[in-house]
């Protein structure tokens, strides 16, 4: 497709910011408005555009299909996205480790256990922790507070966390890359500790590395999304 317009910019509105292209709003796949939360991400999409040559690349518009989803598919179901994330924190994780007299334990005790704990204290829960890979239920009460904090989120944050759980097979660290100030870096090397086991033990391949480089591009992307939608 040719480029069909000179100039992306901004407006406020009633509800929130918007994205135009020559004084004209962008709606959405669904053809819903796209309004989003802040000027901050509107400047983010608005910026997309911006940088399009005479011809423009679909591909490019990374934080649009995010500010898309959030506003076709999370707003308009909440309450089965937040179905959707609850299974990330009955199946975390951090909370299945290997056996303690294997040495990946002690390597999953030492960036495991901090954080962990670190959200077990601050929402008040107790998560269940357990040796090798049969399940075991997350308590009733975790799971109903966990529930309680998605349900406080806006619709840009769950859609955020639906991309960083799945990523991350962790809606605990989901929630940490969510926080302001989080350390990208540490949660994701956290989310990668056992595949990084692996590479120390057998090698890695740069198909491999491509792919995880990839997979933590997106993963910065949707912490991103989160931090300017506030």
């Known amino acids: 497709m040719k480029r069909f317009y000179k100039e992306a910019s901004t407006q406020p509105t009633q509800d929130g910011w918007r994205a135009t292209l020559d004084g004209r709003p ?3 796949a669904a053809g819903r408005p796209q309004i989003v939360p802040t ?22 518009f990374r934080y649009r299909d995010l500010a898309d989803f959030a506003i076709d598919a999370v ?3 909440r309450e089965g996205v937040i179905a ?3 299974p990330y924190a009955e199946t975390d994780t951090l909370c299945y480790r ?3 007299d294997e040495a990946l334990y002690k390597r999953q005790a030492q960036v495991w256990e901090p954080l962990l704990a670190a959200v077990e204290a601050r929402l008040g829960v107790t998560f269940t922790r357990i040796s090798g890979i049969i399940h075991k ?19 840009f944050e769950l859609a955020a966390l639906k991309m960083l759980s799945s990523l991350a097979a962790s809606l605990v ?3 940490e890359a969510i926080r302001p100030g989080t350390d990208a870096e540490a949660l994701w090397q956290a989310a990668e500790l056992e595949a990084d086991w692996q590479v120390e033990l057998w090698g890695d391949d740069w198909e491999a590395a491509e792919r995880r480089a990839a997979r933590f591009e997106a993963f910065q992307l949707a912490i991103a999304l989160a931090q300017l939608s506030r």
């Open 75 to 77: 707003a308009t179901n």
């Open 84 to 86: 959707e994330l609850l």
């Open 137 to 155: 239920p997350q308590p009733e009460a975790t799971l109903a507070r966990l529930r309680t904090e998605l349900e406080a989120l806006g619709d």
């Open 26 to 28: 962008i709606r959405t």
């Open 98 to 100: 290997a056996d303690p």
């Open 39 to 60: 000027q901050a991400l509107a400047e983010a999409l608005a910026a997309e555009w911006a940088a399009q040559g005479d011809e423009i690349d679909t591909a490019a």
């Open 173 to 175: 660290i989901a929630l």
